[in-house]
């Protein structure tokens, strides 16, 4: 195993630990928890290669920073509109979510 | 290097121990916590990848920002002593091991995958980044920085009590 190797492993974990959470929680809140360590994970990854190569690593940087940003703009939108779905159906479980199912 | 592997060690636990909170803990407070808890280690993962910038963005914007709005939400939701319904064992089952298959598949992935030798950490200082986000990079800089504000107007739409009401079409609507 390389030194690159660890990061990677570490960055697959917490995507896996993400991934579980955001197919077994029922709060919404929960799930954006877990989607957000799987962002997370994904920007350790880009960090890691491209730093550990040792060249051109600010371009892993900037894309991380994007990243960064994106999630941060979506988890306010997420936390909005949870404060939203809550003043019309009084739950944020996803299990009361269901007017569309026919 | 011994101090570096420390550092990597340390970070790594603090990382898998946090998310393990936030996906694990039944109530959603703690979920949070732990959720910064792994956020903090991941800041300390990049600090030994070299890149302190971003390290101090992650922690502000996901630990300090993100966290705090989280809290707000949880406290604008549900009370949080109302008993739930435990979850059913196979929807359980069916998660992890979904997480587990996923798991598998991308280590093989890694394992095969011929990566260019690699050189060691290049650091990059912020002075360095500043100055690339300000030259090269300055459409993503100028590109994010539009992003967030357009989530920030629609954040405040979405979640404003009346909804519709006050738009430009609502003075004919009113009586």
Request: charged residues 10%; neutral net charge; contains cysteine.
């Amino acid at each position: 195993m390389i030194w690159l190797h660890w990061y990677l492993l570490v960055a697959l974990l917490l995507f896996c630990i993400g991934l579980y959470g955001l197919v077994q929680r029922r709060s919404l809140i929960g799930m954006l928890i877990a989607l957000e360590l799987m962002l997370a994970a994904v920007s350790l990854n880009v960090v890691a290669i491209t730093s550990l190569s040792g060249r051109s690593s600010s371009v892993g940087q900037v894309v991380a920073l994007i990243l960064i940003g994106v999630a941060a703009a979506e988890g306010a939108i997420a936390l909005s509109l949870f404060v939203a779905i809550q003043r019309e159906v009084q739950s944020i479980d996803v299990e009361d979510l269901s007017e569309l199912k026919g | 290097m011994n101090w570096d592997a420390f550092l990597f060690g340390a970070s790594a636990a603090l990382a898998l121990v946090g998310a393990a909170f936030a996906v694990g803990l039944k109530n959603i407070f703690h979920n949070i916590l732990g959720f910064a808890l792994a956020l903090i280690g991941v800041a300390g993962l990049f600090l030994t990848l070299g890149s302190d910038f971003l390290a101090i963005v992650l922690l502000l914007v996901y630990v300090g920002a993100l966290g705090i709005a989280m809290v707000y939400a949880v406290m604008l939701s549900q009370p949080l002593d109302t008993p739930r319904a435990p979850r059913s064992l196979p929807k359980i089952a069916g998660a992890a091991l979904l997480a587990a298959v996923v798991a598998m598949a991308l280590w093989l992935v890694i394992r095969g995958a011929h990566f260019p030798p690699m050189e060691g950490v290049l650091e990059v200082t912020p002075e360095k980044m500043g100055r690339r986000l300000l030259s090269n990079y300055v459409l993503a800089f100028e590109l994010i920085s539009i992003l967030l504000v357009i989530a920030m107007m629609g954040a405040v739409m979405v979640a404003r009590k009346d909804r519709g009401g006050t738009g430009p079409a609502a003075p004919k609507a009113a009586p």
